[in-house]
């Protein structure tokens, strides 16, 4: 265990805990998009800066998701330092996703009122890398490419395999900005990510009726467990 400061207040932390994490479990307040308790941090997305002296007396600015606790690490959130670095870092999020609601309240909170910059047009895509990491760190289909960089107007931020896609719908389910939207209707199950829609079949319960989980990821289960595809007829709330 490490003694840490954040905000004045004193704390004990695990060895080589990120100092978000930290912050988080004592109800302190820093702002992400692109982190996710279920996939590896990124720090792509530049809000959760905070300030942090240690006890030799240097001083930075760092992503919290990324950087570890160390002993008498002094950490701010709302330095004037990160104060700036942030809103610089909102505005440029705002101006890849101008219309998204989310992305718009977030920017509200953090007292941030639009942007300078150019808006591109990433389909509310603000590149938090989040789908890319869940499907292969999480799902392990690696259907999402890795995200574009390129801020180029137009930019494709990602591609997906739709060969390899399960239809699980993680991507959808993690996406901060609503960029990726998934629906059901019927016995079709439509994604829709920035430049590609897709529908896919689901398959219906023998029991109830139901029609619950798509076809592509129940071969997908079937294939890693080792249950046999017939297994899957029957949904979770008809097995109980």
């Known amino acids: 265990m490490v003694k840490i400061t954040i905000d004045g207040r004193e704390f004990e932390a695990e060895d080589n805990a990120k100092i978000l994490d930290v912050a ?9 998009l692109c982190a996710h308790e279920s996939v590896s941090p990124a720090g792509t997305c530049r ?47 705002l101006a890849r996703a101008p219309e998204s609601p989310a992305l718009k309240t977030l920017a509200e909170k953090l007292g ?27 799902v392990g289909v690696n259907a999402i490419s890795k995200i574009n960089r390129s801020t180029e107007p137009g930019a494709v931020p990602f591609t997906v395999n739709i060969d390899d896609c399960i239809a699980c719908g993680s991507c959808a389910y993690v996406c901060p900005t609503n960029a990726i939207t998934m629906t059901e209707v019927g016995d079709t199950r439509t994604i829709t990510w920035p430049y590609q829609k897709q529908e896919f079949k689901l398959a219906k319960c023998k029991v109830c009726g139901r029609y619950w989980l798509p076809e592509k990821q129940i071969g997908y289960m079937a294939g890693k467990s080792g249950q046999p595809k017939e297994f899957f007829d029957t949904c979770m709330d008809c097995r109980k």
């Open 24 to 32: 988080k479990s004592h109800n302190i307040y820093i702002p992400t």
């Open 47 to 93: 809000l959760c800066l905070v300030e942090t002296t240690n006890k030799e007396g240097r001083n930075r600015v760092v992503p919290s998701c990324l950087t570890a606790v160390e002993e008498g690490l002094v950490v701010s959130t709302n330095s004037e330092k990160v104060v700036s670095e942030r809103k610089t870092a909102m505005q440029k999020l």
């Open 112 to 138: 941030v009122n639009g942007t300078p910059l150019p808006a591109e047009e990433h389909h509310n895509c603000v590149l938090c890398g989040l789908c890319t990491r869940v499907c292969q760190e999480v």
